[in-house]
């Protein structure tokens, strides 16, 4: 797999700036700034108010910029159009629709049962969550794609029994960095694999000790930190418990469909198609979801389109004398509808960022940061692995889509590997490890706000609901343990050299799958 292949153009004339090449980092610090604020001090989380404050850096960037402005408008057309970026966009949308369609399929109400039957309460419910979003995301290898269907389907179960919000969307996000640094098929690890010239077998099976003493460490501390901060099961809860029913569990089929269909090597876009078809199929042959709740066009009463197919069972007529309202409106709705739709302000901030990374590589930032690093900082072995810890967490503050991080400071992480003949297993497992757990931790990281952009639409689900439970992303990074242990590890491992290889240790080349 190419460069090219995997997003990472260089076309184009580089941009000059205003005050050097450092001047190219300030729609990203602008913005960074502005998640600070917004999201840290003011307490919003809300996406769209995000896009704004991208936007505004874009804008303060351009009137840096020396020469001709054109330039600098088509870098960010260009970074917008780099399939890194569409490639989580997609991901995104497939996993809300999937997510959506098994949660009106009353998969949370099998949850409850399940819990209620299990005696599991809110003490235990954060460790298993972490688990079972680990076995996930490493089967279907997208982490993102787990944050959004654990947020809509197991967070709730979750609060519903009293296990803390913040906890328990922490476990979510921990979960799904396991499955992105380990999981085979995961693009933080094939990006990770091919950057270093090693291969993908080699690479994960090198990076399971490292995995696995982090997991153990994150699952004690979810014990520990579920049993601190348990709360009472909501007065609800007991209503909810008596009318749930194990026939939602079913749908563990529709996520073992995606599961092995991901491990099979399928591509995660037909994977979890067929998740989507067995769990429409579900809701339809054992009654747990009539098909309006999965699509519906709201029509006009007055439509005579609407009524001549008014028995469809897709279509609903808006009565004319309603009040004004949601329901009332003409619209589609129906759960492949709000699965997808409540991406799209994170799709639009997604692009907008990649189109600022766009602007620090051409504009000479990125280069300017990490020579510094290269040049000054990394003068041993221990330093030089220390150095690509710290250099990919930079990277990942600036960059929030931690396959775009992974592919832009992939050179650097090469160049100093080659310079103490540090082998490409070693590189790749620093690279992917601090990508995939910083990815998950940073307020404004896409897997964050994946999840987040989920959970805005609970309240709309049920009825309990509030927007008091509402988790601030802002709030969750402490509790992403198995980030940090992952982060934490591999500081470890740079200091004391646990784990360190050189390259006549293990001869290792690009596998032809990639």
Do not use: C
């Not at 998950?440 to 927007?467: C, D, H, K, R």
């Amino acid at each position: 797999m190419s460069r090219a292949e995997l997003g990472d153009d260089s076309e184009g004339p580089p941009l000059r700036f205003r005050g050097g090449p450092l001047a190219s980092t300030v729609p990203i610090a602008f913005f960074i700034v502005w998640a600070i604020v917004q999201s840290g001090l003011f307490g919003i989380g809300d996406t769209t108010g995000l896009v704004a404050g991208m936007l505004l850096g874009l804008i303060l960037g351009m009137l840096f910029v020396k020469g001709d402005w054109k330039h600098y408008a088509n870098a960010l057309f260009e970074g917008m159009t780099q399939r890194v970026a569409v490639t989580a966009i997609v991901a995104w949308l497939w996993a809300g629709m999937f997510a959506e369609t098994i949660q009106v399929g009353e998969f949370v109400s099998g949850l409850v049962w399940a819990a209620d039957a299990l005696s599991v309460g809110a003490a235990l419910f954060p460790a298993l969550t972490f688990l079972l979003a680990a076995v996930l995301a490493t089967g279907i290898g997208t982490g993102y794609g787990t944050a959004i269907a654990f947020t809509g389907l197991v967070f709730p179960a979750g609060v519903l029994l009293g296990a803390n919000p913040v906890l328990l969307f922490g476990a979510i996000l921990s979960g799904a960095v396991f499955g992105d640094n380990l999981a085979p098929v995961s693009d933080t690890t094939i990006v990770s694999a091919v950057t270093q010239n090693a291969d993908i077998g080699g690479v994960v099976a090198s990076r399971f000790k490292y995995a696995v003493i982090a997991a153990v460490l994150a699952f004690a501390a979810y014990l520990v930190a579920g049993s601190a901060m348990a709360g009472e099961p909501m007065s609800v809860g007991a209503t909810v418990i008596e009318d749930a029913t194990a026939l939602g569990l079913v749908h563990l089929l529709s996520i073992a469909v995606v599961i092995v269909t991901a491990v099979s090597g399928r591509h995660i876009v037909e994977a979890i198609s067929w998740g989507l078809i067995v769990a429409i199929v579900l809701n339809l042959a054992l009654g747990l979801a009539p098909a309006s709740e999965m699509l519906v066009f709201n029509a006009p009463a007055s439509s005579g389109i609407a009524a001549a197919f008014a028995d469809a069972p897709v279509v609903g007529a808006v009565v004319e004398t309603i009040p004004a309202g949601a329901d009332a409106d003409p619209s589609v709705g129906g759960s492949i509808y709000s699965g997808a739709a409540g991406f799209f302000p994170l799709i639009v901030l997604v692009l907008l960022i990649v189109a600022g990374a766009k602007v620090l590589q051409r504009g000479g930032g990125f280069e300017a940061i990490q020579d510094v690093l290269l040049n000054r900082v990394a003068t041993s072995v221990r330093r030089s692995e220390l150095t690509m810890v710290l250099g990919t967490a930079l990277v990942n503050a600036m960059i929030t889509i931690n396959t775009a991080a992974e592919i832009a400071i992939a050179p650097y992480v090469s160049t100093l590997g080659r310079r103490f003949n540090i082998n490409g297993y070693r590189r790749a497992n620093i690279l992917d490890a601090n990508t995939s757990a910083l990815g998950y931790i940073f307020p404004w990281g896409g897997g964050v706000l994946a999840g987040y952009s989920v959970m805005l639409g609970l309240p709309e689900e049920y009825e309990w609901f509030t927007q008091a439970m509402l988790v601030n992303p802002a709030s969750v990074w402490p509790y992403v343990f198995h980030g940090w242990f992952l982060v934490g590890v591999f500081v470890f491992a740079a200091v004391t050299g646990y784990g360190r290889e050189y390259v006549p240790d293990r001869v290792s080349e690009e596998v032809s799958r990639v």
